[in-house]
């Protein structure tokens, strides 16, 4: 594949001089697959996988996410404006990128029940690709390395590096990045991390306060890291294995759900569909609500929306139902779940929970709008008091965050 080359020139102040500027330059490679990245959904663009401005939102949004707990909204707006740009201010950071050596792509394509067969990679990150009914085959990028040059003001300099260093350690390139798509590696950054508690120790630096899930916005005062060493020796095997057990505390038999009878799924352990029924005043049938949580949705701490459709008898709720904020159709999920490769070789599994605040109003709807808004012992992180199944994902008065840590063993 030939080379391509985005030049920029820094640019100049009004008197016709170019500012002071530092030149930063980084050599990225893929580590995990990337999925999507191109127009279209799900599709990538072999030609250009990976583009400057996608990259400079994924630094905009660990420079946000780096701000301190003290910062009004006010004022971060004004300091994101000033060095990222806005509708009104031209951005300090100019990016370019050279994309060298040749796109490898690993063609998914669906078997004979018309399923997606996701062969080596994790099926449960890669499930929205069984709802692309209308396409036979799918493209993932499994190999892709370029060269990403900043330029910005000297003042910076040491901010932006941060923000390049928190999206190779804990982001990606394409969709599905939190949950392990498209990681990155840069042997100049991973020098400086050798061994698990120097990932750690970077963290600790943007402030350790113990205030998970009271941030406005994403940030990591207050996150919570956790992270355990791979027995994997390659990073797409780690990557698999690791998200395999994530899949387990989701849905998995005797965990998350029950066992089922043939190809059918047993009932979820998981307190949301007994929820519904009881909300929606469906509870006849063998299906009636039995959960001892009663009214709960703790998975909406993953992220949202929840779409839930029941699939078993005509005395169940009919349609499908949405648990989303309020005003809001989503809400991105905190949790990222990923592979990082250390500057020694090694491979990390690693949790990483950012500071935010579930949405104050969640609300459970159908097609035909709101249902019901979710009661402050409703809501995801109102374990106080929860019986659960035993063995279940989460224990009885468990915080869903514990429970996803002590379940992946981290």
Request: charged content about 25%; overall charge positive; glycine content about 10%.
């Amino acid at each position: 594949m030939p080379k391509k080359r985005i030049n920029f020139n820094p640019p100049e102040n009004g008197f016709g001089q170019v500012r002071r500027s530092h030149d930063l330059s980084y050599e990225i490679s893929l580590l995990t697959p990337m999925v999507g990245g191109g127009v279209e959904s799900w599709i990538p663009n072999k030609s250009a996988p990976v583009r400057s401005q996608s990259i400079k939102g994924h630094l905009r949004f660990w420079w946000r996410a780096m701000q301190g707990e003290d910062i009004n909204r006010e004022l971060l707006r004004e300091r994101e404006s000033n060095l990222w740009g806005s509708t009104g201010t031209a951005s300090l950071v100019q990016i370019g990128l050279n994309c060298y050596g040749d796109v490898k792509l690993k063609i998914l394509q669906r078997g004979d029940r018309g399923k997606v067969e996701y062969d080596t990679l994790p099926d449960y990150v890669l499930f929205p690709l069984q709802g692309q009914t209308d396409m036979n085959r799918f493209e993932v990028i499994q190999d892709c390395s370029f060269t990403l040059s900043i330029d910005c003001p000297d003042e910076y300099r040491v901010e932006v590096d941060r923000c390049v260093r928190l999206w190779v350690l804990f982001g990606g390139i394409g969709a599905r990045t939190r949950r392990g798509c498209g990681s990155l590696y840069c042997e100049n950054i991973m020098d400086d991390y050798q061994k698990p508690e120097d990932v750690a120790n970077f963290l600790n630096c943007f402030g350790n306060i113990p205030a998970l899930s009271t941030a406005p916005y994403p940030r990591l005062c207050g996150a919570s890291f956790r992270y355990l060493l791979a027995t994997k020796i390659d990073a797409i095997s780690a990557w698999k294995s690791f998200l395999d057990r994530y899949k387990n505390f989701r849905q998995g038999v005797n965990c998350g759900r029950n066992s089922g009878a043939g190809h059918r799924p047993g009932r979820t352990r998981w307190p949301e569909a007994d929820s519904i029924r009881r909300i929606t005043g469906c509870v006849a049938g063998k299906h009636s609500p039995i959960h001892p949580a009663n009214n709960w949705f703790p998975r909406g701490a993953y992220g949202l929306p929840i779409q839930t459709e029941f699939k078993n008898e005509h005395t169940d709720p009919q349609g499908k139902f949405m648990l989303q904020p309020v005003l809001r159709e989503r809400w991105p999920s905190p949790v990222i779940l990923k592979i990082i490769k250390l500057g020694n070789g090694q491979l990390l599994e690693i949790c990483l929970i950012l500071n935010a605040a579930i949405p104050a109003r969640l609300e459970l709807r159908d097609e035909h709008g709101s249902l019901h808004t979710l009661l402050a012992n409703e809501m995801p992180l109102a374990s106080a008091g929860k019986a659960m199944p035993d063995p279940g994902p989460i224990l009885a008065n468990e915080n869903p965050y514990d429970g996803l840590i002590r379940h992946l063993g981290l």
